[in-house]
Nanobody, 117 residues
């Protein structure tokens, strides 16, 4: 089991940028895959991006070219750089030890991202 704590959410105007960070309570060297998910009001939670221990990445189509996921195993963190934000990116963002085809076992508490003028 691992505790995950997200930070970096907030209110940003369309076209702006935010960087989300997720800190893990133990070494990430043994965690194969880490993902960022989001849940907008009235919608199901969806996978946004994942990164494996070999730095292989996946992005959902809606964020390709705008979001970048990265991990720093030495600091036990995984980050999500979000550029060119759109109102439809508004959601609560969660990090988890899962990804495409890998069901997460542990979740962070989430951080709110609001894109609005």
């Amino acid at each position: 089991q691992v505790q995950l704590v997200e930070s970096g959410g907030g209110l940003v105007q369309p076209g702006g940028s935010l960087r989300l960070s997720c800190a893990a309570s133990r070494s990430m060297f043994s965690i194969y895959i880490m993902g960022w998910y989001r849940q907008a009001p009235g919608k199901e939670r969806e996978l946004v991006a994942h990164i494996t221990s070999g730095d292989n990445t996946y992005y959902t189509e809606a964020v390709k070219g705008r979001f970048t996921i990265s991990r720093d195993n030495a600091k036990n963190t995984v980050s999500l750089q979000m550029n060119s934000l759109k109102p439809e990116d508004t959601a609560v963002y969660y990090c988890a030890n899962g990804g495409l085809g890998v069901r997460p076992r542990d979740w962070g508490q989430g951080t709110q991202v609001t894109v609005s003028s």
